[in-house]
């Protein structure tokens, strides 16, 4: 199966900052990845498809990048809503879905 | 609206099978769509269990496959999950969710229920 690796696993930053986090494949997935915010007790987001697709309603403030088994998510200027977990996930037709470990970003 | 809602017993004891059905309104499971399960036991990560297709073939997670068995009823448009041989390390929130199967979508969870919290425990 294919392993996702994300890093940091906690990130500090403060309200206004640029933050990026990283998410690595154990083989290539083309862009088929995704980005997830999840807060505590609450389901995963959607934020981002496709690896640089923004999803509908979802601030401009979030983007991501990449292709192969390197991919980002960056978040121009942190708002106070944006503390949370976020999780990276591939998608593989033959060897299925998984996803990344996860991020926790806190306020610093 | 798609929404989708889980639910089953909150306390299983080792060695018995888990069993969740998530009921789904707003869209119909027969028009489409893959229908997942996926789980995050208490402090960590997600982890996905399998889907299903609204025609009923199904792929799992490998490290679960021998464990797991999900299934549709279209006529009560709800999807369950059946997970035999429960022990402690299954305890989780299970989530169910519809995953896309079109496009730049494909693969992505874009709709998910609240979660239900399974515990396993004597």
């Known amino acids: 199966d294919i392993q996702m690796t994300q890093s940091p696993s906690t990130l500090s930053a403060s309200v206004g900052d640029r933050v990026t986090i990283t998410c690595r494949a154990s083989q290539s997935i083309s862009s088929w990845l995704a980005w997830y915010q999840q807060k505590p007790g609450k389901a995963p987001k959607l934020l981002i498809y496709k690896a640089s697709s923004l999803e509908s309603g979802v601030p401009s403030r979030f983007s991501g990048s990449g292709s192969g088994t390197e991919f980002t998510l960056t978040i121009s200027s942190l708002q106070p809503d944006d503390f949370a977990t976020y999780y990276c996930q591939q998608y593989n037709s033959y060897l299925g879905i998984t996803f990344g470990q996860g991020t926790r970003l806190e306020i610093k | 609206q798609v929404q989708l809602q889980e639910s089953g017993p909150g306390l299983v004891k080792p060695s018995e099978t888990l069993s969740l059905t998530c009921a789904v309104s707003?869209?119909?499971?027969?028009?489409?769509?893959?229908w997942g399960w996926i789980r995050q036991p208490p402090g960590k990560g997600l982890e996905w269990i399998g889907s299903?297709?609204?025609?009923?073939?199904?792929y799992y997670n490998p490290s679960l496959k021998s464990r797991v068995t999900i299934s549709v009823d279209t006529s009560k448009n709800q999807f369950s999950l059946k997970l035999s041989s429960v022990t402690a390390a299954d305890t989780a929130v299970y989530y169910c969710?519809?995953?896309?199967?079109?496009?730049?979508?494909?693969?992505?969870?874009?709709?998910w229920g609240q979660g239900t919290l399974v515990t396993v425990s004597s």
């Open positions: 299903i297709y609204h025609s009923g073939s199904t």
């Open positions: 969710a519809r995953q896309c199967d079109y496009g730049d979508y494909e693969g992505v969870f874009d709709y």
């Open positions: 707003g869209y119909s499971i027969s028009s489409g769509y893959y």
